[in-house]
């Protein structure tokens, strides 16, 4: 079936450096997302991008989290500066407009910041 | 607030058996249900939904939920299940204005012993 790709599957990165974790979403997908998910907890909702904008965002959104798509390329997750709590698997899910609660995901980027 | 409670951490039942995922849900409103599984090493996908109507869904691979709004409930059956059906599955809501933001459960791990 259609499938999401993550790059790369693991980052590990010293603390306060920039990190930038790409999604490659289905092809006609219009909805895209980043969700976190801190070992042993649930995924928790980070963010929804649709037609070049942020709809909405959780409050785990920190000031130093920012997404973006250029020209329909890979959807992106950037943390500048990156903190020790940022570390976390982050999963990228993609939607269409007819079903927007039907997600797909990739297989999750693992973020180990030191 | 929108929870979901799934009440298993782990479940281990012999290939062959029938089995019942239990997802318990908070929310006042118009909701979308699901259900989504995660093979190790894989990213989640998407089982079955409901929304509305029959309150009985049938998804993929021979798993039914079955939603009841008194108890709250989507619990997630299979009638016979298969060791490829060994993975971690997790329950979801979403509101009906904000589809794509999935409120997760804390997943139940499904072991199948031979």
């Known amino acids: 079936g259609p499938k999401v790709l993550q790059i790369p599957s693991h980052q590990i990165i010293d603390m306060g450096q920039m990190v930038t974790l790409n999604c490659d979403p289905v092809?006609?997908?219009?909805?895209f997302y980043w969700y976190k998910q801190i070992l042993g907890q649930q995924m928790e909702f980070l963010v929804n991008?649709?037609?070049?904008?942020?709809?909405?965002k959780s409050k785990l959104f920190k000031d130093q989290f920012s997404v973006e798509r250029p020209d329909g390329s890979y959807f992106t997750l950037k943390i500048q500066p990156t903190a020790l709590e940022d570390s976390a698997v982050y999963f990228c899910?993609?939607?269409?407009?007819?079903?927007?609660?039907?997600?797909?995901f990739g297989a999750g980027t693992r973020l180990s910041v030191l | 607030t929108q929870t979901v409670s799934q009440s298993d951490a782990h479940v281990t039942v012999f290939e062959g058996d029938s089995v019942e995922l239990r997802c318990n849900y908070s929310y006042g409103g118009s909701i979308y249900l699901s259900w989504y599984i995660q093979h190790h090493g894989h990213g989640l996908q998407f089982l079955l939904k409901?929304?509305?109507?029959?309150?009985v869904v049938q998804g993929v691979n021979g798993f039914e939920a079955e939603f009841s709004k008194s108890d709250s409930s989507f619990h997630l059956r299979k009638a016979s299940v298969h060791w490829s059906d060994s993975a971690v599955y997790f329950c979801?809501?979403?509101?009906?204005?904000?589809?794509?933001?999935?409120?997760f459960g804390q997943g139940t791990k499904l072991s199948i012993k031979p």
């Open positions: 991008f649709y037609n070049g904008k942020v709809m909405e």
């Open positions: 409901y929304y509305s109507g029959n309150p």
């Open positions: 979801a809501v979403s509101a009906r204005y904000n589809q794509g933001k999935l409120i």
């Open positions: 899910a993609s939607s269409w407009k007819g079903s927007q609660n039907t997600l797909y």
């Open positions: 092809s006609n997908h219009l909805y």
